[in-house]
């Protein structure tokens, strides 16, 4: 298990951060094949969601219900995945990927080997969207948890 003195979310934020709170924050974890691939990062280490309080839980899945709802209202994707692994970074953090039936790992998970080529044009016209996602993003998060 990873102590926090090593651990990478611990050490950094994680991503290019787009709202940090007193317990979580959310950030854009800057994946080229999955442009709106976002993850909502407990602040303190802890490994488990079973490590988190019943309210500290009810917060941080509605964190997470929040980056879904918005993703799928300003991108309509075709799909959200969501997911707690934390095999690789034993911190808890939540991943919330918009996916599209175009993406190169479509129908499969993020992590499973890509099941076509990249469509670039797709790509650029859906990064070219991420400053105004970003923003729509960081509003509602203030709005709805606090913080600038």
């Known amino acids: 298990m990873s102590s926090e003195t090593d651990c990478a979310l611990c050490k950094?934020?994680?991503?290019?951060?787009?709202?940090?709170g007193a317990e979580f924050r959310l950030i854009w974890a800057d994946d080229a094949l999955l442009p709106a691939f976002y993850r909502v990062v407990w602040n303190?280490?802890?490994?488990?969601?079973?490590?988190l309080t019943a309210l500290q839980r009810?917060?941080?899945l509605d964190?997470?219900?929040?980056a879904e709802q918005l993703l799928r209202e300003t991108l309509a994707p075709d799909k959200i995945n969501l997911a707690s692994?934390?095999?690789?970074?034993?911190?808890l953090h939540w991943h919330v990927i918009a996916?599209?039936?175009?993406?190169?790992?479509?129908?499969?998970?993020?992590?499973?080997a890509a099941q076509r080529p990249a469509n670039e044009a797709m790509l650029v016209s859906l990064s070219a969207r991420l400053p105004e996602v970003d923003a729509v993003l960081q509003r509602a998060f203030a709005q709805r948890f606090g913080g600038p």
């Open 99 to 112: 996916r599209w039936r175009w993406d190169a790992y479509w129908p499969q998970s993020a992590w499973s």
């Open 44 to 51: 303190a280490h802890v490994a488990e969601f079973s490590d």
């Open 12 to 20: 950094t934020d994680g991503g290019r951060l787009i709202w940090r």
């Open 63 to 66: 964190a997470v219900a929040l």
């Open 58 to 60: 009810l917060t941080c």
């Open 85 to 91: 692994l934390g095999n690789v970074v034993p911190h």
